[in-house]
């Protein structure tokens, strides 16, 4: 099965700056089934891309995804105050679904 | 719009069962699979199983293989999970999301979760 590996676990930043959020897969895996995940306290998680790079609906500009084969990238730029939560890589294919183990962004 | 609308807390007994519903409207129900995820208290997601509605076929996340069953409802849009033999480690949030097949199979649409709480 293959494994996804987030780092890191906690990135403290300011509002205003970019966070670079990592997940590597132990095997190479197709992008287009690589999704990232918001989630905040007391609140369901939201899809933030899917297909790696590909923005859900209603995401802001801020938030950008990249990479292929076992290495992607959430980038979050000017950071604002609800940015500061946790964020999940998932990967889906056939009857799995697989999380990595989440980074916290919190606040400096 | 799009709503999953899921059933209340629970609290439960080590060894009893429990049956979450997640109810959808807003959609066609049977065009989509539904997933079910969980996170503990201070730990990250975890992916539990999905159901096929329009199949009434599930998988599961090998782990809980034989104590979870993943069903579905296509007269009431309901989606349903039981987990059975309940221990304390199984104290988490439950969520049921929408499985979008267009968007590559990413969840689109989340419950607001169920709070099942096991202990003695």
Redesign the interface.
């Known amino acids: 099965d293959i494994v996804l590996t987030q780092s890191p676990g906690t990135l403290s930043l300011s509002p205003g700056e970019s966070a670079t959020l990592s997940c590597r897969a132990s095997d190479s895996i197709t992008s287009s089934y690589l999704a990232w995940y918001q989630v905040r306290p007391g609140r369901a998680p939201r899809l933030l891309i899917y297909g790696a790079s590909r923005r859900a609906t209603g995401i802001p500009d801020r938030f950008s995804g990249s990479g292929s084969g076992t290495d992607f990238t959430l980038t979050i730029s000017r950071l604002e105050p609800e940015d500061f939560a946790e964020y999940y890589c998932r990967l889906y294919g056939g009857s799995l679904g697989t999380f990595g183990q989440g980074t916290k962004l919190q606040i400096k | 719009q799009v709503q999953l609308v899921q059933s209340g807390a629970e609290v439960k007994k080590p060894g009893s069962s429990v049956k979450v519903s997640c109810k959808a409207s807003g959609g066609t129900f049977i065009s989509y699979s539904i997933?079910w995820?969980r996170?503990a208290p201070g730990q990250?997601?975890?992916?539990v199983g999905?159901v096929i509605p329009i199949l009434g076929i599930a998988?599961y996340?090998q782990r809980f293989q034989g104590r979870v069953t993943i069903t579905a409802d296509k007269s009431t849009s309901t989606a349903y999970m039981e987990l059975s033999s309940l221990r304390s480690e199984d104290t988490a949030v439950y969520?049921c999301?929408r499985?979008n097949d267009i968007?590559?199979?990413?969840?689109?649409y989340?419950?607001?979760?169920t709070l099942v709480s096991v202990s003695s």
């Open positions: 997933s995820v996170q990250g997601l975890e992916w999905r998988k996340e969520y999301a499985v968007l590559n199979g990413a969840l689109d989340w419950g607001q979760g």
